[in-house]
């Protein structure tokens, strides 16, 4: 089978030929129909995070598609079934089944997925639609509602108009909250309306005076998290997501003497991706994805470091 490998620690991804792999006790193989591209990998690639075994490896978290075979005393599941693997992270992280991360993952026509992983997918959702959700829909849900609370009338300020804020912004909206997008790119912020957000601003700064009950920081600049300490309500929360910078500092005076909530947020559980899967089946969320061949997968990853993407790119491995 086809397949793009990280073989050394900043080098592009390799275009090899591997054996297709082998369903053990307790997995299934997936034909991959569709894999998102996510930036988390050149995190890897680059070393800034090393969640995954060492090189040659295959990365790909976001992954849909259909069963192709049963290993020893899988239930629930047959061939021909349609599938996304959920990256599960809540009420543990389960790194070692996560595809693209603990085990080979999805850039390629064939992988191996631990069963626990699998979620039937409704018949209105794409695989592509279920393949981004996995990590870009369901990270910004959770962040959102579970780690954020965010509720019907809030002020919440979603900072980093990518792929994971503009689902960020959408959730919030759904919620019922009054949604304000930021972004040093004002390119971002037609997307970011559409999604549900009253205005957009490039500086956190300028909501200062909205004095937001919840901040939902997706690019963890350092910086971006610090304004949103400085700009938050008191008795607000601040939610971490983005891995922009691996430091930041923060006003202390502002944390305590506001009493502030600040967060880390890290994926998402499985009954939260079942619910993003109904959200996208209604048709209340609708990812904004753009798909390019397989065999521009490295092009398409440099398009997402240089940040020239809208919404979140998406290949057909097996097409």
């Given amino acids: ?34 894999a998102g591209l996510c930036h988390s990998d050149l995190h890897l690639i ?14 790909g978290h976001e992954v849909a ?18 599938v996304a693997v959920a990256i599960v992270a809540h009420p543990e992280v389960q790194v070692q089944y996560a595809p693209g991360v603990g085990v080979d993952g999805g850039y390629a026509e064939r992988l191996a997925a631990h069963a626990s992983t699998l979620v039937p997918l409704p018949d209105a959702v794409s695989a592509v639609q279920a393949a981004v959700a996995t990590d870009s829909v369901v990270t910004a849900y959770h962040a959102v509602r579970t780690e954020g609370r965010v509720g019907p009338g809030e002020v919440v300020a979603v900072v980093g108009l990518g792929g994971l804020g503009l689902n960020g912004v959408r959730t919030a909206a759904i919620a019922g909250a009054e949604v304000y997008g930021v972004d040093a790119n004002p390119d971002t912020f ?13 500086r956190l700064s300028a909501l200062a005076d909205l004095h ?17 300490v400085d700009v938050v309500r008191r008795l607000g929360r601040v939610v971490v997501v983005g ?10 005076g502002a944390l305590v003497g506001k009493s502030v909530e600040l967060r880390g947020s890290y994926g998402a559980s ?11 089946a209604d048709g209340r969320i609708t990812p904004a994805v753009e798909e390019i061949p397989f065999a521009d997968l490295n092009d398409g990853l440099e398009r997402i470091r240089a940040g020239k993407v809208r919404g979140r790119l998406v290949t057909r491995p097996g097409a």
């Fill in 65 to 82: 598609g259909v069963v192709s075979a049963l290993g020893e005393g899988v239930s629930g599941y047959a061939v021909g079934d349609r």
């Fill in 190 to 202: 037609e997307a970011a309306r559409a999604a549900g957000a009253r205005d957009c601003f490039t």
């Fill in 243 to 252: 891995l922009g910078s691996q430091t930041t500092t923060i006003s202390t």
């Fill in 1 to 34: 089978m086809k397949a793009f490998r990280f073989v050394a620690k900043g080098a592009p991804l390799v275009s090899v030929e591997l054996p297709d792999p082998v369903a053990g006790p307790g997995w299934v193989v997936v034909d991959v129909e569709a």
């Fill in 46 to 59: 680059d070393g800034t995070i090393d969640l995954s075994p060492r090189p040659p490896f295959t990365l």
């Fill in 212 to 228: 937001p009950h919840v901040v939902v920081d997706f690019a963890g600049m350092g910086t971006t998290t610090s304004d949103a």
């Fill in 270 to 280: 499985k009954e939260e991706y079942r619910e993003v899967l109904g959200l996208i």
